[in-house]
């Protein structure tokens, strides 16, 4: 059973914009509601270990990026929906990767989260 579902990769020219979206499929996380994770965004390109970009508090107050990111990359939620969305503009044949989003605690290290979805990819060409 997938509870979390990104979408919205694709192939872009350098330069280029997505916005990669992430829906819960459910309120409820092992006895916690989507409102109670902090959410990230990971990425892993091929060969490459699963690296951080960004996350958001729970309430959306807070976030923090990677500097790779920092400046090009938007992260927001809204817990009304469930969703939790990366904007990203400027885009880098090296942001290729397969793009994660995950529930947690807040960290900047794969250990700190708990739920992951399926992934979705990411082409950049130069």
């Known amino acids: 059973q997938v509870q979390l579902v990104e979408s919205g990769g694709g192939l872009v020219q350098a330069g280029d914009s997505l916005r990669l979206s992430c829906v819960a499929s459910?309120?409820?996380?092992?006895?916690?509601?989507?409102?109670?994770?902090?959410m990230g965004w990971f990425r892993q390109a091929p060969g490459k270990e699963r690296e951080f970009v960004a996350v958001i508090s729970t309430s959306g107050s807070r976030t923090y990026y990677s500097d790779s990111v920092k400046g090009r990359f938007t992260i927001s939620r809204d817990n009304a929906q469930n969703t939790v969305y990366l904007q990203m503009n400027s885009l880098k044949p090296e942001d290729a990767a397969v793009y994660y989003c995950?529930?947690?605690?807040?960290?900047?290290?794969?250990?700190?989260?708990?739920?992951w979805g399926q992934g979705t990819q990411v082409t950049v060409s130069s």
């Open positions: 995950a529930a947690g605690r807040w960290g900047m290290d794969v250990d700190s989260y708990e739920l």
């Open positions: 459910g309120r409820t996380f092992t006895g916690r509601t989507f409102s109670s994770y902090h």
